[in-house]
């Protein structure tokens, strides 16, 4: 088992919760779990495929998203062990057959080429929520290029969580979280939709559809051309 770099982003007991069984509770699941559902529905929804979701935190939302859309495979990941080990226990609690067990996966590294994600098969989907901001610019870089080498043709890369839009912050409360990020670790911080947008039309993705969520978040959707 490796060790994840220290400048990741980890749950703890201090800001999560967690059952006898090793689910960790997500601070914003009852907030934003059923609006992402119903963004995801027309986008990945209906379909027989396989999603890669990157770096899935305590793994309730990935249990919750796995029942939602029972005929998705949703494979988890995340670089933290403890993260891993709850993921873990949310799949055995959602008794979901479509949900998989983690998989290790640092994002910033080359992921697309890794045995576990070369044995999913064809990807229609990858997905990632609340992480580009909590994580060095070098993640995201890594999520939209492996991302490209993952994804075949009309493959989505779908993105959430909190972005600037040319240049400014959506909103007071997105500010001041961008300021506390990045007092907390200079490497993090809100990004500018129009950064990322330019590293996946680098990266061979054609059309974005940006749909507007609750608390002035973004559900990004990329479509690898
Ligand atoms: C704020 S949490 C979000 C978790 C979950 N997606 C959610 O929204 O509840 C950020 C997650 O990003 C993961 N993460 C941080 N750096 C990462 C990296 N380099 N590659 C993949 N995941 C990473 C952390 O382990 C953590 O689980």
């Known amino acids: ?21 090793g689910r960790m509770f997500s601070p914003s699941f009852e907030r934003n779990a059923e609006p992402i559902r119903a963004a995801l529905e027309p986008v990945v929804g209906s379909r027989s495929a396989t999603l890669l979701e990157i770096g899935s935190g305590t793994g309730q939302h990935a249990a919750f998203f796995a029942q939602a859309f029972p005929k998705l495979r949703w494979a988890p990941s995340d670089p933290v ?3 891993r080990v709850s993921i873990a226990a949310w799949r055995r609690w959602a008794e979901a057959d479509n949900l998989d067990a983690p998989i290790d996966l640092d994002a910033a590294g080359d992921w697309a080429g890794m045995a576990e994600v070369v044995a999913l098969g064809p990807l229609a989907a990858i997905f990632s929520m609340n992480v580009v901001h909590i994580a060095p610019w070098s993640v995201a ?10 994804l075949g043709q009309g493959g989505r890369l779908i ?7 040319g240049g400014r912050h959506t909103g007071e409360g997105n500010a001041r979280f961008d300021a506390a990020l990045r007092a907390e670790n200079p490497e993090w911080g809100v990004r500018d939709l129009d950064d990322v947008a ?6 061979g993705f054609g059309a974005v559809q940006v749909i507007a969520m609750p608390s002035n978040n973004r559900l990004v959707v990329f479509t690898r051309g």
Do not use: K
């Open 1 to 21: 088992m490796t060790t994840p770099p220290r400048h990741i982003h980890r749950y703890s007991p201090a800001n999560v919760d967690s059952a006898q069984d």
């Open 159 to 165: 993105l959430y969580g909190p972005f600037a839009e």
């Open 198 to 203: 330019a590293l996946a039309r680098d990266a």
């Open 81 to 83: 062990p403890e993260h």
């Open 141 to 150: 870089q890594g999520i939209v290029a492996g991302a490209s080498r993952a």
